[in-house]
């Protein structure tokens, strides 16, 4: 990871990378957010897949040659952003697409990976879901509510997938 490790992948790393290994390295998953190095990627390496890590670049998906995205709020919109990767280009994969956005900014407003958690286990009932290991830690009373208020305000509600 970049932005954990401090070392960026240039894209002109990745292309001769590509190219001397191309049996091997067949794609990546982008957690720049930075779209333009993610289509600059696709444009560069016909074939080559990029996955972003934001639903959000699914709406260009196509424009911009991304195989698709890898994120960890997908763990718990999956089915709106499955929605909007099947149906893009439509009014209702648009909606899902905002849909998935808007889950993905209410997990935004607490940390992550135990925002992510704490989705899953509300959505499957399944308290085993909000176990973290250090240096993760839980949500505190107050991070979950906000979580809880922001999410409410989304389509979260209607995400029981788990369950069926």
Do not use: M
Not at 54 to 74: M, N, P, Q
Not at 86 to 106: I, Y
């Amino acid at each position: 990871f970049p932005q954990l490790s401090g070392v960026p992948y240039t894209a002109d790393v990745v292309e001769h990378l590509r190219r001397a290994h191309p049996e091997q390295v067949l794609g990546l998953k982008d957690s720049s957010g930075d779209l333009d190095y993610s289509a600059d990627l696709a444009r560069r390496l016909p074939g080559f897949a990029v996955f972003p890590s934001s639903e959000a670049s699914l709406g260009r998906a196509d424009e911009l040659g991304f195989a698709g995205c890898i994120s960890a709020t997908v763990n718990v919109n999956a089915p709106l952003a499955g929605r909007a990767w099947r149906e893009r280009g439509t009014k209702a994969g648009s909606a899902a697409l905002e849909d998935a956005g808007a889950v993905r900014e209410a997990l935004g407003k607490v940390p992550l990976v135990a925002a992510v958690k704490w989705a899953l286990a509300a959505l499957s009932g399944d308290d085993g879901w909000r176990r973290l290991v250090p240096p993760l830690r839980l949500l505190l009373p107050a991070e979950q509510q906000t979580l809880e208020r922001a999410l409410a305000e989304t389509a979260f509600a209607g995400l029981n997938w788990v369950r069926q």
